[in-house]
T-cell receptor, first 111, second 112 residues
Framework: TQLLEQSPQFLSIQEGENLTVYCNSS?????LQWYRQEPGEGPVLLVT?????EVKKLKRLTFQFGDARKDSSLHITAAQPGDTGLYLC???????????FGAGTILRVKS | NAGVMQNPRHLVRRRGQEARLRCSPVKGHSHVYWYRQLPEEGLKFMVY????????ESGMPKERFSAEFPKEGPSILRIQQVVRGDSAAYFC??????????FGPGTRLTVL
């Protein structure tokens, strides 16, 4: 069974601080995706990483895919209150690409 | 471009009633996935459909739950004889090639 473990589960920081969220697995994934979900809404896709060692930047967000394609990280620089939300990593399982999700990291950025 | 649409956004049912959740995928997308998010739990896969076919229903409870994606119209997730444990947020996602999934806003089901 392919599982994704996210850490930390909860993060509360001050505006302007940096943070990193981790997504780890013992299984190899063909790709990993990061989503952000706000209360009462569906997950919104932030990025898909496909190649081992890949780094993608989205403004203040930096996403890395591990060389062995078993882990990924999300780094946020100078966090802002608008970054508050639930961050989820997900990877496709088997044929059909159904997604398995990590439990998520709840981020709260205080002004 | 319209994204994935789900309705209703909120649904309240009494135990024993039926719940019907609708999902209209992004225009042109032929792959539909349903996921459930229980309170304090992560998103879990339920079923994967393509037009008129169920491809993978390995995540769906064997009883009371069914799904369809007809040639015309939205995908429907049907829950018969709902119980309190069915209370959850149900999300639909669509994809054009099964590679990148785009999620709808979800339907929050509350069973009284």
């Amino acid at each position: 069974t392919q599982l994704l473990e996210q850490s930390p589960q909860f993060l509360s920081i001050q505006e302007g601080e940096n943070l990193t969220v981790y997504c780890n697995s013992s299984s190899v994934f063909s790709s990993l995706q990061w989503y952000r979900q706000e209360p009462g809404e569906g997950p919104v896709l932030l990025v898909t990483v496909v190649t081992g060692g890949e780094v993608k930047k989205l403004k203040r967000l930096t996403f890395q895919f591990g060389d062995a394609r078993k882990d990924s990280s999300l780094h946020i620089t100078a966090a802002q209150p608008g970054d508050t939300g639930l961050y989820l990593c997900a990877g496709p399982m088997e044929y059909g690409n159904k997604l398995v999700f990590g439990a998520g990291t709840i981020l709260r950025v205080k002004s | 471009n319209a994204g994935v649409m789900q309705n209703p956004r909120h649904l309240v049912r009494r135990r024993g009633q039926e719940a019907r959740l609708r999902c209209s995928p992004v225009k042109g997308h032929s792959h539909v996935y349903w996921y459930r998010q229980l309170p304090e739990e992560g998103l879990k896969f339920m079923v994967y459909l393509q037009k008129e076919n169920i491809i993978d229903e390995s995540g769906m409870p064997k009883e009371r739950f069914s799904a369809e994606f007809p040639k015309e119209g939205p995908s429907i997730l049907r829950i018969q004889q709902v119980v309190r444990g069915d209370s959850a947020a149900y999300f639909c996602a669509s994809a054009s090639n099964g590679y990148t999934q785009y999620f709808g806003p979800g339907t929050r089901l509350t069973v009284l």
